[in-house]
């Protein structure tokens, strides 16, 4: 290399070991280092215990190809060529990792500073079988077992009778407390209604 003119050519570097210190940093430089293996497991290992890298070129025939990528991570992964990944704007790029986070190119980069917001609504009056299977009894038993596991919280009624008794089946699957809470409000609007069906059938 000739530092006047800035110039680095190309430059292979045999014999290297794993753990040499052209191995611990990123090169950013046509430096290609040398490594042998033994068996394609250990190098796969060797990936596997640094850091993820930003891209994982494999040169190889399909199945051994497809056996790295299988058991390595990688922010992007091309078999048998390099760098032309970076050609297409179609498919996301980016790293994982300490390698990056998040991808770019086309929509993907709107989509990495972009926030998904989730939002759930629960009906006031019946909500959905599957809501109230989740809050509602029965808790005993080992089936129900996930549902003690999310908090006592989630429980109701909180009376344990309820919960562990054959009402608790009834409270599952017909939601009984809301029917008992709808109603009052029902006969009110019955008793409001009476004076108006009068009037049409006089």
């Known amino acids: ?17 794993f753990d040499d210190a052209l191995m611990t940093e990123e090169l950013f430089a046509p430096v290609l280092p040398i490594i042998t293996y033994d068996t394609l497991d250990e190098a ?8 993820q890298p930003l891209a994982l070129y494999v040169f190889a025939a399909s199945q051994s190809a ?9 922010g992007t992964a091309v078999v048998n060529d390099t760098f032309f990944h970076l050609a297409s704007h179609t498919n996301p790029f980016g790293g994982v990792g300490p390698s ?3 991808n770019y190119t086309g929509k993907y980069s709107f989509d990495t500073f ?5 939002v759930l609504k629960r009906p006031l009056w019946f909500p959905s079988p599957g809501v109230d ?7 005993a038993g080992r089936e129900n077992a996930w549902k003690r596991q999310l908090g006592n919280q989630m429980v109701y009624p909180a009376p344990r009778a309820l919960r562990d008794s054959a009402w608790s089946r009834l409270f599952t699957f017909v939601p009984f407390w809301r029917v008992l809470a709808i ?7 019955l008793v409001s ?10």
């Open 100 to 102: 990056g986070v998040g």
């Open 1 to 17: 290399a000739d530092e006047s003119d800035l110039f680095i050519p190309p430059i292979i570097v045999d014999g290297v070991r």
């Open 183 to 189: 109603i009052p409000g029902f006969l009110a609007a």
């Open 44 to 51: 796969i290992d060797f990936v596997n215990q640094n850091d």
């Open 66 to 74: 497809e056996h790295v990528i299988s058991h390595t991570r990688s």
């Open 114 to 118: 972009s926030h998904q917001r989730y």
């Open 193 to 202: 209604a009476k004076p108006l069906i009068r009037r049409r059938k006089e």
């Open 133 to 139: 299977t989740v809050r509602m009894p029965p808790y």
